[in-house]
């Protein structure tokens, strides 16, 4: 059995498909708590200054830290296509954010490739009860829905975001009605507490079997909207866009934290694994988020786009309070858990390793060779402690991240040594990957590439 992985190629870990284990009394719980467009700077125990998250640093300081956590898409719904899958999304096609279809594509393929199975598909034969609550964003045809991705339950939306206090009947787009297919939603109150009061009812109805929970919260996305109560927690920060987003992250870190009550109150806590990140950077020109130490933003891949808080939990098998400095991925998340749940990844094609042998130190080494992106105009490689950032425009850039963790450097021209390599593998892997099944409309590419030149703060601010 092959052991150590080179990221971005096509694994094979045996021959065939086994999945005949059973879910057992002993088998895990599974719970991945995923944040919306969350800075890396914005959570107490990544620095911040101005945001108290009490609930989230206790679940990072009693776990593990994933100090060079990343996320395969520096947007939403190509981040959830890799998460969910394991597999590197541009390899089947779902490179860009779902929107409005464009002309030539075809409709019917605006969604997760019907191809590709998910986390839920495949825990559901190894006998986990899985719900989603919250977004989807990976199609909204009903080929793509998630209760026909291996979600047994689901409350939530299919859409890309949501009105936080306001869902209608017949209401289109971020005031879209909540679908449910286990009860008749009530009107919401403000979703970040429904979606944890969901995600918490959730686990009593299913504490006495194996179950994956897939809290997929709206916050803190835009629109910036938040409750009074929480506003006047905030109320020293004069910025009121920032104001408001500081109200959000706390009552997402309100909601973590009933979640955590939640498993510890039904005895599950012990053998429950937390996994929580966000599903992309902060776009800090939309929601007033802050990507410290990391330069850039949401939509490029330099490390404000990619570089995400991730932290893993699960006292039953894990040190508390570690940190783990090897770059990990979330696309390693789908061969964790299901290596964990008892299903043998034979056959399995995967772009992630289960992490907790590594985490263990029962294997040596990092868990990837080289970390590859790809995102529309746009392409970067992580390869120890180098990272090259390819773009349309301009020589290529190369940062030393240890030297430079905020990319101010560009030795591209320094080290032309090392970029020709670099740019060589980053060349041959794009070449092969196939053409996206659908597009964003093309104003986005110009608008990606003014992120590149625009300047962002790589400081916490001094003043709480
Ligand atoms: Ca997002």
Not at 94 to 99: F, G, S, V
Not at 144 to 173: A, C, I, M, V
Not at 419 to 445: C, I, M, N, Q, Y
Request: glycine residues 8%.
């Amino acid at each position: 059995m092959l052991t150590l992985i080179a990221f971005g190629f096509t694994i094979s870990l045996g021959a065939q498909i086994h999945q005949t284990s059973s879910a057992s009394d002993n088998s895990p719980n599974f719970v991945l708590i995923l944040a919306d467009d969350l800075g890396f700077a914005d959570l107490g125990y990544s620095g911040s200054t101005q945001i108290k998250t009490p609930n989230i640093d206790k679940l990072a300081n009693t776990g593990i830290i994933f100090s060079e956590g990343y996320v395969s898409s520096p947007v939403c719904s190509p981040s959830r296509a890799g998460l969910l899958t394991g597999i590197n999304q541009v390899k089947f096609g779902h490179d860009n954010n779902l929107a409005n279809n464009q002309p030539g594509f075809d409709p019917e393929y605006l969604g997760l490739p019907v191809s590709q199975k998910t986390i839920a598909d495949r825990l559901k034969p190894l006998g986990y009860t899985n719900g989603l609550i919250g977004k989807w964003h990976l199609g909204e045809k009903p080929q793509f829905h998630p209760l026909q991705r291996g979600f047994d339950e689901f409350w939530g939306y299919t859409g890309g975001g949501h009105d936080y206090f306001s869902s209608l009947p017949n209401g289109k787009g971020y005031k879209s009605p909540i679908e449910c297919n286990y009860k008749t939603p009530t009107p919401i109150s403000y979703i970040t507490d429904d979606v944890g009061d969901e995600s918490v009812q959730f686990i009593e109805r299913h504490k006495d079997r194996p179950f994956f929970l897939f809290a997929s919260f709206n916050a803190p996305h835009t629109p910036l909207q938040a409750t009074k109560e929480d506003l006047e927690l905030y109320e020293h920060i004069d910025d009121i866009k920032r104001r408001t987003y500081a109200a959000m992250v706390h009552r997402l870190d309100i909601n973590v934290g009933k979640i955590m009550e939640s498993l510890n109150q039904n005895g599950l806590r012990e053998n429950t694994m937390i996994v929580f990140m966000s599903d992309n950077g902060g776009p800090t020109d939309s929601n007033a988020s802050l990507n410290a130490p990391y330069n850039g933003q949401k939509g490029i891949l330099l490390e404000g786009g990619i570089h995400v808080p991730f932290i893993m939990n699960w006292p039953k098998t894990l040190p508390s309070g570690l940190r783990y400095n090897n770059p990990v991925s979330s696309l390693d998340i789908m061969p964790t858990f299901l290596e964990l749940a008892g299903g043998k990844n034979h056959g399995i094609t995967t772009d992630g390793v289960n992490l907790v042998p590594h985490i263990l130190k029962e294997k040596v080494g990092p868990p990837h060779k080289e970390l590859k992106w790809r995102f529309t105009i746009s392409a970067a490689i992580r390869d120890g402690d180098w990272k090259l950032v390819r773009l349309p425009d301009r020589f290529p850039m190369l940062f030393h991240l240890p030297s430079d963790t905020s990319e101010q450097k560009n030795v591209a021209l320094k080290h032309l040594k090392k970029t020709e390599e670099l740019l060589k593998k980053l060349g041959s892997w794009d070449v092969r990957l196939p053409h996206p099944v659908f597009l964003e409309g093309a104003v986005w590419k110009q608008r990606q590439l003014e992120l590149y030149d625009k300047k962002y703060k790589t400081k916490q601010p001094l003043t709480q």
